[in-house]
């Protein structure tokens, strides 16, 4: 099975590719950093947002109840669904008791989480993604790559090929404002045909009972003002307590998402639109199962800003692709494991452990320290290759013994300088394929204490 | 005078002596009595840091053994002594001194301006200086202020290194990305860490710097690798190393 390393060394064998994708989420971390620094109060926001999910989710069944309470008083529909299987089939039920045949969808990750998508479209309903990025990795038949900038990983010229094929653009355009403005005309027509909207959620706020969804294109508001059926998908995570909780979260959202002060769409959905109807799914599909695990359950405070990728070293030169899950980068190298530890193992291994992550988080998730724990976690599960289980049994073996230590170390020092280059950069060194192994002195420094101290 | 342990890293005992005999004579010209234990080996990160617990544990127990009576514990590595600082307690929580090794094991650069308080340093190092802010030491020992933090600045390395004649230290476009060692992770992820180190290396030769210095050799024999086996002008240097030629008071 291929793990993380060889999916990132593919994609890292494009070194200019590579260094593109790398520049252009560093640029947006640059925006983030320049964002951050114009609020005095930021490290108090974050302490505060952070402080804010952590009580959430220390009652998270009483203010899931009490949003539900209050959503209903709205007129707004509540569904319960466990898993991925039973969200699918509430909204394929909503959808088919309206006879909808043709639905438009704004970015939600939960639903590519549940791969709602095809199981729609396995039903005769057409689902159209229309914030810009996701309607373009829709036309390729991609999942996204990020979850914030969903077709970072394409250029324009890529997307001038695509929307050539797709949508009779002239062939070899790449003007961004050109390929802009017909993805408008295309999108515009989708608008006006849907017969319901499909939204994801940001924030559920339990007081209110009402959800809001930030975007920059508008096209969530396009999707629920025009038809009358608006249909809202939320992980169970994403509830607030009250509604002055949101200035702390949508002060950070943005800033540290894409580096601009607020999304250019801040929407509150508070029921539904005269004549029309309102639902919100609410999915737990293993969420409540981090929330049992103290040491990884602060990932479900996770605001989905795609701050911890912009920022990862790793994520900027590997590519979204090579985490092989819908959320990618750190916080995606947590929460899939969770899913399957086996099918992820090499996930939380795809990380220096530099600790950006964490720094950049807005709502302070020991996202590298997380990481580090699942390292534990998949060795006691023993997913992790057995090579190296048993290698790193041998070091602590000869490490726990200063004779055997001191022994192995002069042996090393002695004969690495005599063997033939070819044998010392074989095949087995995976060090010496891009790097030389460091000059062997003579003597350690305990051999040389001696001399020094006398 | 406070009696200090002198926890020499493994990889450094063995590859890297000369980092060793730096940290041990800055310390003595200080007046420290200053102990080797020789019975040390390795605080157990590259088995920790690999999800192996039960092969870093008893390296955890045995470095309590070896270092818990000493007043301070000096290294010249970030890293290693976030391990001890940051990452002993589950398994060492409660035992007779831990609590006292925990707070009292210091990086080189922490310990000299924090604990010995050093506020003079005479000496030259007529160079362009590109610091490699290794991420354990910056973001788990708070040696500086990390780029993602939006609190006032500072710099425990720059302030030592600063005060020495002819020093230029530049400005880099990234002043704190990781170079991609991150241990097992540099063979692991091979075709990413190498990448890191590069772009970490161009980083550093755009802003002039003929000397990368930082304060964990883990992450400079990786970044020397790749120097080395490109031919390429830059060295690295552990800020002991320049340290040693100065006079701190």
Same mark, same amino acid.
């Given at each position: 099975?291929?793990?993380?390393?060889?999916?990132?060394?593919?994609?890292?064998?494009?070194?200019?590719?590579?260094?593109?994708?790398?520049?252009? &989420?560093?640029?947006?971390?640059?925006?983030?950093?320049?964002?951050?620094?114009?609020?005095?109060?930021?490290?108090?926001?974050?302490?505060?947002?952070?402080?804010?999910?952590? =009580?959430?989710?220390?009652?998270?069944?009483?203010?899931?109840?009490?949003?539900?309470?209050?959503?209903?008083?709205?007129?707004?529909?509540?569904?319960?669904?466990?898993?991925?299987?039973?969200?699918?089939?509430?909204?394929?039920?909503? %959808?088919?008791?309206?006879?909808?045949?043709?639905?438009?969808?704004?970015?939600?990750?939960?639903?590519?989480?549940?791969?709602?998508?095809?199981?729609?479209?396995?039903?005769?309903?057409?689902?159209?993604?229309?914030?810009?990025?996701?309607?373009?990795?829709?036309?390729?038949?991609?999942?996204?790559?990020?979850?914030? %900038?969903?077709?970072? =990983?394409?250029?324009?010229?890529?997307?001038?090929?695509?929307?050539?094929?797709?949508?009779?653009?002239?062939?070899?355009?790449?003007?961004?404002?050109?390929?802009?403005?017909?993805?408008?005309?295309?999108?515009?027509?989708?608008?006006?045909?849907?017969?319901?909207?499909?939204?994801?959620?940001?924030?559920?706020?339990?007081?209110?009972?009402?959800?809001?969804?930030?975007?920059?294109?508008?096209?969530?508001?396009?999707?629920?003002?025009?038809?009358?059926? /608006?249909?809202?998908?939320?992980?169970?995570?994403?509830?607030?307590?009250?509604?002055?909780?949101?200035?702390?979260?949508?002060?950070?959202?943005?800033?540290?998402?894409?580096?601009?002060?607020?999304?250019?769409?801040?929407? =509150?959905?508070?029921?539904? &639109?005269?004549?029309?109807?309102? /639902?919100?799914?609410?999915?737990?599909?293993?969420?409540?199962?981090?929330?049992?695990?103290?040491?990884?359950?602060?990932?479900?405070?996770?605001?989905?800003?795609?701050?911890?990728?912009?920022?990862?070293?790793?994520?900027?030169?590997?590519?979204?692709?090579?985490?092989?899950?819908?959320?990618?980068? $750190?916080?995606?190298?947590?929460?899939?494991?969770?899913?399957?530890?086996?099918?992820?193992?090499?996930?939380?291994?795809?990380?220096?452990?530099?600790?950006?992550?964490?720094?950049?988080?807005?709502?302070?998730?020991?996202?590298?320290?997380?990481?580090?724990?699942?390292?534990?976690?998949?060795?006691?599960?023993?997913?992790?290759? %057995?090579?190296?289980?048993?290698?790193?049994?041998?070091?602590?073996?000869?490490?726990?013994? $200063?004779?055997?230590?001191?022994?192995?170390?002069?042996?090393?020092?002695?004969?690495?300088?005599?063997?033939?280059?070819?044998?010392?950069?074989?095949?087995?060194?995976?060090?010496?394929?891009?790097?030389?192994?460091?000059?062997?002195?003579?003597?350690?420094?305990?051999? &040389?204490?001696?001399?020094?101290?006398? | 005078?406070?009696?200090?342990?002198?926890?020499?890293?493994?990889?450094?005992?063995?590859?890297?002596?000369?980092? +060793?005999?730096?940290?041990?004579?800055?310390?003595?010209?200080?007046?420290?009595?200053?102990?080797?234990?020789?019975?040390?080996?390795?605080?157990?990160?590259?088995?920790?840091?690999?999800?192996?617990?039960?092969?870093?544990?008893?390296?955890?127990?045995?470095?309590?053994?070896?270092?818990?009576?000493?007043?301070?514990?000096?290294?010249?590595?970030?890293?290693?002594?976030?391990?001890?600082?940051?990452?002993?307690?589950?398994?060492?929580?409660?035992?007779?001194?831990?609590?006292?090794?925990?707070?009292?094991?210091?990086?080189?650069?922490?310990?000299?301006?924090?604990?010995?308080?050093?506020?003079?340093?005479?000496?030259?190092?007529?160079?362009?200086? +590109?610091?490699?802010?290794?991420?354990?030491?910056?973001?788990?020992?708070?040696?500086?202020?990390?780029?993602?933090?939006?609190?006032?600045?500072?710099?425990?390395?720059?302030?030592?290194?600063?005060?020495?004649?002819?020093?230029?230290?530049?400005?880099?476009?990234?002043?704190?990305?990781?170079?991609?060692? +991150? +241990?097992?992770?540099?063979?692991?992820?091979?075709?990413?860490?190498?990448?890191?180190?590069?772009?970490?290396?161009?980083?550093?030769?755009?802003?002039?710097?003929?000397?990368?210095?930082?304060?964990?050799?883990?992450?400079?024999?990786?970044?020397?690798?790749?120097?080395?086996?490109?031919?390429?002008?830059?060295?690295?240097?552990?800020?002991?190393?320049?340290?040693?030629?100065?006079?701190?008071?």
């Amino acid at each position: 099975m291929t793990g993380h390393a060889e999916k990132a060394a593919a994609f890292a064998a494009n070194e200019s590719r590579t260094h593109w994708h790398d520049e252009s &989420l560093w640029f947006v971390r640059v925006k983030r950093d320049r964002q951050a620094a114009s609020i005095p109060e930021w490290e108090a926001l974050r302490e505060a947002a952070s402080a804010i999910k952590t =009580h959430t989710l220390s009652r998270l069944a009483d203010y899931l109840e009490e949003f539900e309470r209050n959503a209903t008083a709205n007129g707004i529909h509540v569904h319960w669904a466990r898993d991925a299987a039973e969200h699918n089939a509430i909204v394929h039920q909503i %959808l088919a008791s309206h006879n909808v045949t043709r639905l438009v969808k704004s970015k939600s990750m939960l639903t590519e989480e549940c791969h709602l998508n095809p199981y729609l479209e396995a039903r005769g309903i057409e689902v159209t993604d229309t914030d810009l990025g996701e309607r373009i990795v829709q036309l390729r038949k991609e999942p996204p790559s990020h979850i914030v %900038l969903p077709a970072i =990983h394409l250029k324009k010229e890529d997307i001038g090929e695509l929307f050539h094929i797709e949508l009779g653009t002239e062939k070899g355009a790449s003007d961004p404002k050109y390929l802009t403005e017909a993805a408008r005309g295309h999108l515009r027509s989708k608008f006006m045909e849907a017969q319901a909207g499909l939204t994801g959620v940001n924030f559920a706020v339990a007081e209110t009972g009402g959800v809001v969804v930030c975007t920059n294109e508008g096209n969530a508001d396009m999707g629920t003002s025009l038809p009358p059926l /608006h249909i809202a998908c939320m992980g169970m995570e994403k509830l607030i307590p009250r509604a002055e909780d949101l200035a702390v979260f949508l002060r950070l959202l943005a800033r540290s998402g894409t580096g601009q002060p607020v999304t250019t769409y801040t929407s =509150h959905f508070n029921g539904p &639109l005269p004549g029309g109807e309102m /639902h919100v799914v609410i999915v737990d599909n293993g969420r409540s199962r981090i929330l049992g695990q103290p040491t990884f359950r602060s990932s479900l405070g996770c605001i989905r800003c795609g701050a911890c990728m912009n920022t990862c070293p790793v994520y900027r030169r590997s590519g979204g692709y090579s985490y092989g899950y819908i959320v990618p980068g $750190p916080i995606g190298s947590i929460l899939a494991p969770q899913r399957d530890p086996e099918k992820y193992a090499s996930l939380p291994f795809a990380s220096s452990l530099c600790g950006s992550c964490t720094d950049v988080c807005p709502v302070k998730i020991d996202l590298h320290q997380q990481l580090l724990a699942f390292r534990k976690k998949l060795v006691d599960l023993k997913v992790v290759p %057995l090579q190296k289980r048993l290698g790193m049994a041998g070091l602590g073996f000869v490490l726990s013994r $200063p004779w055997l230590y001191r022994m192995s170390g002069s042996l090393l020092r002695a004969v690495m300088p005599v063997l033939p280059r070819g044998l010392v950069y074989g095949a087995w060194n995976r060090w010496g394929v891009q790097r030389e192994l460091p000059a062997m002195p003579k003597e350690s420094f305990r051999d &040389l204490i001696g001399k020094e101290l006398s | 005078m406070p009696s200090v342990g002198l926890f020499i890293p493994c990889y450094v005992d063995q590859l890297y002596p000369q980092v +060793g005999l730096a940290t041990l004579r800055i310390l003595r010209r200080l007046g420290f009595n200053v102990e080797f234990p020789p019975e040390q080996t390795c605080c157990g990160q590259p088995m920790a840091n690999s999800g192996c617990d039960a092969a870093a544990r008893p390296l955890a127990e045995r470095f309590l053994a070896i270092f818990g009576k000493y007043d301070h514990v000096v290294a010249p590595s970030g890293s290693c002594v976030s391990m001890v600082r940051n990452h002993y307690d589950h398994w060492l929580h409660g035992k007779p001194r831990f609590e006292h090794l925990r707070d009292n094991t210091f990086e080189l650069c922490e310990y000299l301006t924090g604990v010995v308080k050093v506020t003079k340093i005479d000496g030259d190092f007529p160079f362009k200086v +590109g610091l490699q802010m290794s991420c354990h030491g910056l973001r788990e020992l708070r040696l500086a202020r990390s780029s993602e933090q939006m609190t006032a600045p500072y710099n425990k390395v720059r302030q030592l290194l600063s005060q020495l004649r002819g020093i230029e230290i530049v400005d880099l476009l990234r002043p704190d990305e990781c170079c991609g060692f +991150g +241990g097992a992770f540099a063979v692991d992820e091979e075709a990413v860490s190498c990448l890191m180190g590069r772009d970490r290396i161009e980083d550093h030769a755009r802003a002039g710097a003929e000397v990368i210095v930082g304060y964990d050799m883990s992450c400079l024999m990786h970044l020397d690798g790749l120097i080395r086996r490109a031919e390429r002008a830059q060295r690295v240097m552990h800020v002991a190393e320049i340290l040693e030629k100065a006079q701190l008071a």
